[in-house]
C-alpha cells in the first residue's frame, strides 16, 4: 500500500467520497489505503473518547509513539499480558527499557531491563511520602524471585521466664515479671485481678513488671506458656491487663485485655502454650503510648502451688 497524501491546497477532489479509496458514512471516516499521515502540529479536540483500535497489539507491534522514526514507547498485548514499554533515552535503543505488565485478576509488574548488564536502577523519588498500603497487610522482600523477608503491620513482644518461688496460696494474680525478679507481687485474689495498684513499698519490683510503648498500639493476640517444677497438678488462668498509671507509679482503672486459663493435666510435667481470649470492646485493646498506660501479666495458680514456676508471655500487636 502506498503512502496517500491529504493537502487542502492541492486542489483535486472535491468530497471525500470522490477519492477512489476513501468512503464517508453515518460518521465513520474509511481510508482503505492509508499508510501515513504527514502533517504540522495536529490538535485533536474530542468533545467525547478518543480510542486507538490496532488489530495487531503482538510483541513489538502495537500502539507506538516514535520520535522521528525511534520508537520511544509502545503498547502492545503478548505473554497474557497487557504491556506499556518506555525505552531509553528518548528512544537511542529498544534494548533498555521501562516495562509495567497487567496479567490476569490485576497482577501487575514495573520492570527495568538493562540488556548489557545490571544497571538498570529502579529510583523512587517522589516530593512527599512513599505509601505501602497492601490489602493483606504483608510486603515481601525478593532476591531474584526467592524470599528474603517480610514487612508487616504487626510487632511481637516476649517477656517473663523463671518466676519467684512461690510460697503463697493458691488463688492469689502474681503479676508475671519481664526480667527475673526474686520477689512476688500479688494483686487480687477474685475472679479478674484488681483493678488498682497502690505502692507501698520499694517501685523496683512494679517496674520489673509494667510493660510501657513509645507509641499507640493495639492489642491483636496474645498467647502464653508455663511450666511447673513440682510434684502437683492444678490449674492456671491468665490475664493481661492495662491499667492508667499515673506520676507516682500508682495504677487503675484496670481492664482485662486477654484472659486464658489451663486446666489441671499433669502440668508439672508438661510444658503447655495456650492461647488467650481478647476483650469484646475494642477500645480495651488499645494502650496508649504517652506513658499514661501500661500493660501487666498476671498467672494464678487456681487449686494448688508449686514451688517453682515460669511463665511466659507472647504479645502480637500493631501501632495503632
Known amino acids: 500500500m502506498g503512502t496517500k497524501l491529504i493537502k487542502a491546497s492541492s486542489g483535486g477532489a472535491s468530497a471525500l467520497n470522490d477519492l477512489s479509496d476513501v468512503t464517508y458514512s453515518s460518521g465513520d471516516l474509511t481510508i482503505s489505503s492509508l499508510d501515513t499521515i504527514i502533517s504540522g502540529s495536529i490538535l485533536h479536540n474530542s468533545s467525547g473518547n478518543i480510542t486507538l483500535d490496532a488489530d495487531d497489539m503482538a510483541l513489538g507491534e502495537g500502539i507506538r509513539f516514535d520520535d522521528d522514526g525511534s520508537t520511544v514507547a509502545q503498547f502492545s498485548v503478548h505473554h497474557s499480558g497487557s504491556h506499556f514499554y518506555l525505552y531509553e533515552n528518548g528512544g537511542a535503543s529498544a534494548d533498555d527499557f521501562l516495562q509495567i505488565k497487567c496479567e490476569a485478576s490485576g497482577v501487575s ?105 513509645p507509641d499507640d498500639i493495639t492489642v491483636v493476640e496474645c498467647k502464653w506458656s508455663i511450666g511447673e517444677g513440682g510434684a502437683t497438678n492444678t490449674s492456671h488462668t491468665f490475664h493481661l491487663m492495662r491499667y492508667d498509671i499515673d506520676a507516682d507509679g500508682d495504677l487503675s482503672s484496670g481492664v482485662v485485655v486477654a484472659s486464658g486459663v489451663n486446666i ?25 503510648g504517652d506513658a499514661s498506660q501500661v500493660l501487666i501479666a498476671f498467672v494464678e495458680s487456681q487449686t494448688a502451688t508449686n514451688t517453682y514456676d515460669s511463665c511466659k508471655v507472647y504479645l502480637k500487636y500493631k501501632w495503632a
Do not use: C
Not at 497487610?137 to 518466676?163: R, Y
Open 264 to 288: 489441671a493435666s499433669d502440668d508439672y510435667t508438661q510444658l503447655r502454650i495456650l492461647s488467650t481470649s481478647l476483650s469484646g470492646t475494642a477500645s480495651e485493646l488499645n494502650v496508649a
Open 109 to 213: 509488574t514495573i520492570s527495568t531491563t538493562d540488556a548489557a548488564g545490571e544497571d538498570a536502577k529502579l529510583i523512587l523519588k517522589p516530593d512527599g511520602d512513599i505509601e505501602l498500603d497492601p490489602g493483606t497487610g504483608t510486603i515481601m522482600a525478593k532476591n531474584a524471585g526467592s524470599d528474603v523477608g517480610k514487612l508487616s503491620p504487626f510487632q511481637m513482644l516476649m517477656w517473663g521466664g523463671a518466676m519467684a518461688r512461690n510460697t503463697g496460696s493458691a488463688g492469689e494474680h502474681r503479676m508475671i515479671p519481664t526480667i527475673f525478679d526474686g520477689t512476688n507481687l500479688i494483686n487480687g485474689t477474685g475472679t479478674d485481678p484488681a483493678t488498682s495498684y497502690t505502692l507501698t513499698s520499694t517501685a523496683d519490683h512494679l517496674n520489673n513488671r509494667i510493660v510501657v510503648f
